[in-house]
């Protein structure tokens, strides 16, 4: 039976915070303010709040260890090493010295950091403070089969991307990292420092999850260490409310050399902790058996399968013979030929505000956005003809009860040989035409299932659906699809209960 922990060591612990740590709050706020909007995007940095520190230091096990040897790579002002060592002063830790290397490339956040951390220095603590690249020092040592020297990681990484020509994408693959963002590239580099039993705790955003960008870092993290916990903030903006962070984070810990075994999965909706529930899931629900993409699933509850999709549900988009795309239209690229209101020359441009639930309302007078798109050169290779088309939004609302929320387009709606798709939505076609009409009915029945809506949330913490992701789902068969496509024409409506359970009555 999953062991539901309760919330009260969680509060202890944030309650009785020391104070250099309370302080530190102050100061990120302080030397946040001071670092402009363009160079915050450039670091991809975003400072860590006392209470999520505090809490990633305490998920760390007592290894018996003599010394320890702390890495903190991105550490902005120091709150990360700060509630490592205080911890260490209180007791938690067994061994009897500690030193600690924080790297930070920034000038102003350095100095801050230098004087945060110079109050550790002495007493058993020495502090040594890089000013260099994270990872050109790391792949320059790991070449040289030097810097496996770290025993302890605790990361708060910046999240930006990396361009595939760029310095950094090159060092990585040098090695042995292939990966597409900062934050990625840092847990990675960070495991390669680790001594077998090390251990790394790191916030860092769920988009590595799934999808196939991300996949060689998923192989490099699971062939090399063991899942421990991961802690989920269900609220996407809350975590990193100080700096308008809108991602869905969660914070993992991993040991090098670990003989993997269940998973301690624990979710809060903000760094208050408040809600903090905890169980223990087999790792076989983490990371299905046989998944060739290992994708990671981190379930809200300790319910092993809610809503579990039937065995009949195994078929890819590519065995139906159908496919998704993203909506080929880029307002902004095409802006000249955009109109307000349909008129002579022009078709429909539909927007996800054309569409809510099973309804389509086009053109939509009070809408910001123009309903319509000039047919020329220019345009006529972005427009698909009239047809029968699911669509998917590729962003849901924070308030969506669904992550993934799907529409019918009916071509009788339409007074137009062509129909223009915007950027934000996902199409369901054939060769870039439209499907037969029961098809596409039971499309939206099955993606707006809450199966499905289960399902993509264990697997996905991305704030948006892209095509990616749907053609890595499994699906009915056609025969199956169109069943569904029937029933749903011969409903007046249909609830989400009603969705649900004929889902349910799938072989």
């Given amino acids: 039976m999953p062991n539901t922990m309760t919330i009260e060591p969680i509060t202890q612990l944030l309650n009785e915070a020391p104070m250099p740590l309370l302080q ?18 450039q670091l991809g940095q975003f400072m860590t709040p006392s209470s999520i520190a505090r809490f990633m230091a305490s998920l760390f096990t007592d290894s018996g260890l003599f010394s320890a040897s702390l890495l903190d790579a991105g550490a902005g002002i120091g709150s990360l090493s700060s509630a490592f060592l205080e911890r260490w002063r209180a007791g938690g830790f067994g061994f009897k010295r500690v030193s600690a290397t924080a790297y930070e490339i920034d000038p102003v956040l350095r100095c801050q950091l ?20 994270f990872i050109e020092d790391s792949v320059f040592l790991l070449g040289f089969g030097k810097g496996v020297c770290f025993t302890h990681a605790i990361l ?33 580099l960070a495991m390669a420092r680790m001594m077998p039993g090390g251990q790394v705790v790191a916030i860092i955003p769920r988009s590595f999850c799934n999808g196939p960008y991300y996949k060689p870092f998923r192989e490099f993290i699971l062939s090399r260490a063991a899942i421990r916990r991961i802690h989920l903030f269900t609220s996407r903006d809350k975590a990193f409310k100080d700096d308008d962070v809108l991602q869905e984070n969660i914070i993992i810990s991993l040991e090098r050399n670990g003989e993997q075994g269940p998973v301690t999965v624990s979710t809060s909706n903000d760094d208050s902790f408040s809600d903090f529930a905890s169980f223990s899931i087999p790792f076989d629900q983490i990371v299905k058996p046989g998944d060739h993409e290992g994708f990671i ?25 159908i496919a998704v795309s993203t909506g080929p239209v880029v307002d902004f690229r095409l802006k000249p030929h955009l109109v307000s209101m349909p008129v002579s020359g022009a078709v429909p441009l539909l927007y996800p505000c054309h569409f809510s639930g099973q309804v389509t309302e086009w053109p939509k007078v009070d809408s910001k956005k123009p309903n319509a798109i000039m047919v020329n050169k220019e345009t006529r290779g972005w427009l698909f003809p009239n047809g029968f088309y699911t669509v998917v939004r590729r962003f849901s609302s924070k308030e969506e009860k669904r992550r993934i929320v799907a529409s019918v387009v009916s071509p009788d709606l339409f007074n137009a040989e062509m129909l223009g798709f915007e950027n934000h939505l996902n199409v369901y076609h054939q060769a870039k035409a439209g499907l037969c009409k029961e098809l596409v009915h039971g499309l939206a029945v099955f ?24 053609r890595l789902l499994k699906y009915p068969s056609l025969p199956q699809l169109k069943a569904l496509g029937r029933w749903a024409l011969s409903q007046r409506e249909t609830s989400q209960e009603d969705i649900d359970n004929k889902i349910d009555t799938l072989p």
């Avoid at 004087?115 to 403070?129: H, M, V």
């Fill in 447 to 470: 993606l707006n299932s809450s199966h499905i809506d289960a399902f993509f949330r264990r697997f996905s913490g991305h704030t948006q659906v892209n095509a990616t992701d749907l």
């Fill in 156 to 188: 708060n990484p910046p999240y930006k991307k990396i361009l595939s020509n760029s310095s950094h994408r090159l060092m990585l693959r040098k090695a042995g990292i292939e990966t597409v963002n900062l934050y990625s590239a840092f847990v990675a």
């Fill in 114 to 133: 230098a004087e945060t951390l110079g109050s550790y220095a002495g007493n058993n603590i020495t502090i040594d403070i890089e000013s260099s690249d």
């Fill in 297 to 321: 699933h981190i379930p809200v509850s300790s319910d092993p399968e809610p809503r579990a999709l039937p065995s009949s549900v195994c078929h890819s988009l590519a065995d139906l013979g």
């Fill in 24 to 41: 530190l709050d102050q100061i990120r706020l302080e030397t946040s303010a001071k670092l402009d909007r363009k160079r915050r995007s």
